[in-house]
C-alpha cells in the first residue's frame, strides 16, 4: 500500500476552477464514499477549503489511484476532465507526507502560516473517521500533521508574521474609507471564517460590529462573544445599508448579496463609499457589485495577490525546517513499524521458550526457594533480552534503509517464526476513537 494525495489549489488552479471544486461536508462526504468504495484505495480523506481540494489515500498502486481519484472528482464535481487534469497536483509517498505537513502548518496557504487549515483538516479527519474511511495509514499521517502544525504555532514566530485573508480585506477598507475605529461593519455568515473576521474586526475597534446570518441563534451566539449585534438573513437589506464594510464568509452555493440588493443599499445610504470583502468560495457577493460607484470589492483572488510573496521571513524558514525534520522522524518511525510484527513475534517466542524451561524448572526443583527461584528467573530473563537485543536494534535501523523486509524475513526463517505468529503478534489494541 503506498500514500497518494492528489488535488490542486490555489498555487495551481484559478479561483473560478477552485469555486467549481470546492466541497461542503455532504460533497466530502460523497466523494470519499464513492472512492473508498473502488478495489484500489482502502483508506479515503478529502479536505476541501477556499485554497484548495484534495484527496489523500492508501492505494494499490499509484496510477489505479491517479485514475480513480480523477474519476470521481469529475463526478461529484462535474468539471470536465480534460479541464481538471492540468492543474492537478499528485504526491506520492515520503513526498505526499511531506505536502501533509507543510499544509496543516499553514506554509502552503494563500496567508501563509494560518492557523485556520488546522480546524479544516481536523474536521476532515473526523468525517473520515465517523464513515470509516481513515484506517492506520491516514489517522496516523493527519494525526501527526496536526502535531506538527501545533508545533509551527506553539515554538516558531509564524504567527507573527502571518497575514491572514481578514486582515488583507480590512487593509483594503481601510484603504479606501479610513480608520476601522470610524466604521460600521456588518459579517454575513457566523462560520469559522465569519467568527475569524467578527473577532478581529472587534479587536481592532470598530464603531459598530453587526453579525447576520440564516441561523438567528448563531449569529447571537457570535455577537455576544464580539459585542456586537445580531439581525436575521431576512434583514440583510437594511444591515447592508447601515454598513461602510460588509465581510461575507457564508458557505451558500449561490450569491448572497446580489448587484440588485448592494445597489439599493447604496441608495439608501445616499451614495456614501462602501467597501465588501468577499472570502467565500463559492462568492457570496455578485461580482459586478464593484462596478457601482462608490463601492469596491476585495475577493480571494485579489487578496492573494495582497499577499503573493509577502511571507518570505526567518520565521516561515524555521517551519520549513520544522517540517523537514518532522517528515525524516516519521518516516523512520514507519519504517520501523514493517518489522514491528516479526520483532513482536520473536519476543513473544522467546518468552514462551524461557515460560517452558522456567516451568521444567520448577517440576524438577520443587523444593526452591523462592528467593533462589527469582534469582534464576532474572538471569534468564536478562540472558534472552541481550541475546535479542542487537539483532532487534539492527533489524530497525536496517528498515530505515529500505532493507527491513529481507532481514525479518531471515529473522522468521532462523527463529521459525510462522506467519500466523507474527499476525497475533502485531494485532493493535481497540482504538478508542476520536482524536488523541
Keep these: ?36 468504495a473502488r478495489d484500489n484505495l482502502s483508506e479515503v480523506t478529502v479536505v476541501s477549503t477556499c485554497n484548495r481540494t484534495e484527496v489523500y489515500a492508501e492505494s494499490l498502486t499509484f496510477h489505479g ?16 476532465r480534460d479541464e481538471l487534469r492540468e492543474h492537478l497536483y499528485v504526491h506520492y509517498e515520503d513526498r505526499a507526507i511531506a505536502h501533509a505537513f507543510t499544509v496543516a502548518c499553514g506554509l502552503d496557504s494563500m496567508a501563509v502560516g494560518e492557523a485556520q487549515i488546522l480546524g479544516q483538516m481536523r474536521t476532515s479527519l473526523r468525517e473520515a473517521q465517523r464513515a470509516g474511511h481513515a484506517g492506520p495509514s491516514l489517522n496516523t499521517l493527519f494525526q501527526q500533521a496536526l502535531r506538527v502544525g501545533k508545533r509551527a504555532h506553539t515554538e516558531t514566530g509564524i504567527d507573527a508574521v502571518s497575514v491572514s485573508l481578514v486582515e488583507a480585506g480590512l487593509a483594503r477598507a481601510e484603504r479606501d474609507l479610513g480608520p476601522l475605529s470610524g466604521l460600521d461593519v456588518l459579517v454575513v455568515g457566523a462560520g469559522g471564517m465569519s467568527s ?7 479587536r481592532r475597534g470598530v464603531r459598530s460590529l453587526t453579525i447576520v446570518n440564516r441561523t438567528l441563534s448563531k449569529a447571537t451566539r457570535l455577537a455576544e462573544r464580539t459585542g456586537g449585534r445580531s439581525r436575521p438573513l431576512d434583514e440583510l437589506g437594511p444591515a447592508l445599508a447601515d454598513a461602510d464594510v460588509v465581510i461575507s464568509c457564508t458557505g451558500s ?4 448579496v446580489s448587484l440588485a440588493c448592494a445597489a439599493d443599499a447604496q441608495v439608501a445610504r445616499g451614495g456614501r463609499p462602501q467597501a465588501y470583502v468577499d472570502l467565500a468560495l463559492p462568492h457570496d457577493v455578485a461580482p ?6 462608490g463601492v469596491s470589492l476585495a475577493g480571494l483572488a485579489s487578496l492573494g495577490e495582497d499577499l503573493a510573496g509577502s511571507q518570505t521571513s526567518s520565521e516561515v524558514q524555521q517551519v520549513a525546517d520544522l517540517v523537514i525534520g518532522e517528515v525524516a522522524a516519521y518516516l523512520t518511525s514507519r519504517a520501523a513499524e514493517t518489522v514491528a510484527p516479526t520483532v513482536a513475534a520473536l519476543r513473544s517466542h522467546a518468552a514462551d521458550v524461557v515460560a517452558g524451561e522456567l516451568s521444567r524448572l520448577d517440576q524438577r526443583l520443587p523444593d526452591l526457594d523462592d528467593t533462589s527461584r527469582a534469582e534464576v528467573q532474572l538471569a534468564v530473563h536478562r540472558i534472552v533480552e541481550k541475546l535479542l537485543h542487537t539483532p532487534t536494534v539492527r533489524v530497525k535501523e ?8 529481507g532481514y525479518a524475513q531471515a529473522l522468521r526463517e532462523l527463529f521459525d517464526l510462522g506467519p500466523g505468529e507474527a499476525a497475533t503478534a502485531s494485532v493493535p489494541p481497540p482504538r478508542s476513537g476520536g482524536m488523541p
Aim: cysteine-free; proline content about 1%.
Design 398 to 405: 536496517l528498515a530505515v534503509g529500505g532493507q527491513g523486509d
Design 288 to 293: 459586478e457589485v464593484d462596478s457601482l460607484n
Design 253 to 256: 452555493t449561490g450569491v448572497v
Design 65 to 80: 489511484a491517479v485514475t480513480d481519484i480523477t474519476d470521481a472528482l469529475t463526478e461529484v464535481t462535474g468539471v470536465a
Design 1 to 36: 500500500m503506498s500514500l497518494v494525495v492528489l488535488g490542486l489549489s490555489h498555487h495551481t488552479a484559478p479561483l473560478s476552477l477552485l469555486e467549481s471544486m470546492s466541497l461542503d461536508a455532504a460533497g466530502r462526504g460523497r466523494l470519499a464514499a464513492g472512492l473508498f
Design 196 to 202: 475569524l473576521a467578527a473577532t478581529t474586526v472587534a
